[in-house]
């Protein structure tokens, strides 16, 4: 039976000697709730594809205490790695690294290159010291679900397939770590998160955006970054373009009309028009850090509430912006472009 404890001191350490046992262990990072195993221990790594349901062909990002433990899982760190993770570890920023043998292959999917970052959570690098080894993490959620924002969520998907949940309350950011390719010139944002393009290009100059239609034609730079992803399990629609907030409007009342029921994940300046409308309003608030972190409880709140269709709409492609509309564009069956 899966055990939901507070993350205290005690509970930490219990947890410590879980991962370094080969067991599993859910924990919060900054982003989202990670599962976590012992990254040098293989069996332990492959509990977490069974745990998940993960296809072996998506890797695991390797989480480390700070920068000093980069040898652990990346057999060397050129300067620009070392800049960036002086300027934002502990921070949600991933780098794609050479791999260190030692790292078992499982992690990395066969690549020779290993995904590492160090995260921003008091409850996460206490448990990175206390278990004293490299943690492999990805989201505690099934995959191809919506990610985990609160050791609810954790349960809802996982419970009686991993041993603990450290519930160390709600993720502050909600969504995942920025993957940057630093071996491309110039360097490649893989994946949009926490660090957004700015920062990086305040630090490093100019930096590419890979773009998700395009990255899954192109034969896989990062081979989990499918088109499906983090979906809720109601048919979702995202809308695009300056016309977006009338046609998801237009979109609402139809389907409302034809008996549907229908939620709507709204930014504040929407939320009042969509209640009218009559439909389930889940309110993401007002600027992108509030919208980042409450866009997956969110789909998970509508879901629970049985709504048959999800409505949302772009917030823009600066700063965090960008990270949301990757996660949305993933998460939804249907982009409707205006
Ligand atoms: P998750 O831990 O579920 O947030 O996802 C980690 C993601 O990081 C994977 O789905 C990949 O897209 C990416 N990733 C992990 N390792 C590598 C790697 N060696 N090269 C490129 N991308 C990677
Ligand atoms: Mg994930």
Redesign the pocket.
Known sequence: MTKILKATTENILLAAEILRAGGLVAFPTETVYGLGANALDEEAVKKIFAAKERPAA????VHLAGLEHIEQAAKSAPPLARRLAERFWPGPL?L?LPKQPQIPRLV?SG?D???VRAPAHPVALSLLRAAGTPIAA??ANRFGHTSPTAARHVWDDLKDRIEIILDGGATPLGV?ST?L?ISAVPPRI??PGGVTREMLEDEIGKVAVIESSRQVEAGL?????LEKHYAPRAQMIFFKGEEARRAMLARAREALAAGQTVGVLAMDEDAEIFEETGAVVYRLGGGLDSVASRIYDGMRRLDADSVALILCRDAGESGLGLAIRDRLTRAASAVVET
């Open positions: 998506d890797p695991l990002i991933t794609i990395t690549l290159t290993v995904a990805p989201s995942e993957v390719d893989l994946r730079p990062s081979p989990g970054l």
